[in-house]
């Protein structure tokens, strides 16, 4: 149909429904299909953060850290706030910080409605610095940091919009938040 498989893009949630869609995609069009970004909403959003990191608050070879390294790096952020993990379990508590990263609320923007909503915002804070300390991004970052990448300079934008003039999105009804304004 004259795209140029440079411009398209095409995402979606798992490893698996993008190693399916690269093959139907290779089969339909052949060596056509070089070209075309396809990939999870993650994968995706890794590689942009790494080309544009110059203009981000961690350098290009961040590390991802897994859901245990989470769970262990929200018990040191518990830690050193003096707060008793058996009351703020660090599952729950990384559940929230999850939840407010796919609604793309930053640490400073987290709401306070409770006295627990005041102590995960603080935890939040601290456990955000531990990971810019180390270099380190979880999942949900690698979404959050390009939304806000994209967000906050117009010419990193315009360059990807020109670049993906196509975006297909397997399951788009499934979208949250930030995947949503990553597309939009």
Not at 30 to 54: D, M, N, P, S, W
Not at 85 to 97: L, M, W
Request: hydrophobic share 40%; with cysteine.
């Amino acid at each position: 149909m004259g795209v140029r498989p440079y411009h398209i893009l095409a995402v979606t949630f798992t490893n698996k429904a993008a190693r399916e869609m690269e093959s139907r995609v290779t089969d339909l069009l052949g060596e056509a299909a070089q070209g075309v970004t396809l990939g999870t909403f993650h994968a995706i959003c890794a590689k942009i953060l790494r080309r544009e990191a110059e203009h981000l608050p961690f350098d290009s070879n961040f590390v991802i850290f897994d859901a245990d390294d989470q769970e262990k790096l929200v018990k040191l952020a518990l830690e050193d706030l003096n707060l008793d993990e058996k009351r703020y379990r660090p599952q729950s508590v990384h559940g929230s910080i999850s939840a407010a990263k796919n609604e793309l609320v930053l640490p400073d923007d987290y709401p306070i409605q409770n006295y627990r909503d005041e102590v995960v915002k603080r935890i939040y804070v601290r456990y955000q610095q531990m990971l810019l300390t180390n270099n380190a991004l979880d999942f949900d970052d690698l979404l959050l940091w390009t939304a806000v990448l994209l967000e906050q300079n117009p010419t990193v934008r315009e360059r990807y919009a020109r670049r993906y003039e196509h975006v297909l999105v397997d399951e788009f009804q499934d979208t949250n938040m930030a995947q949503y304004t990553l597309l939009k």
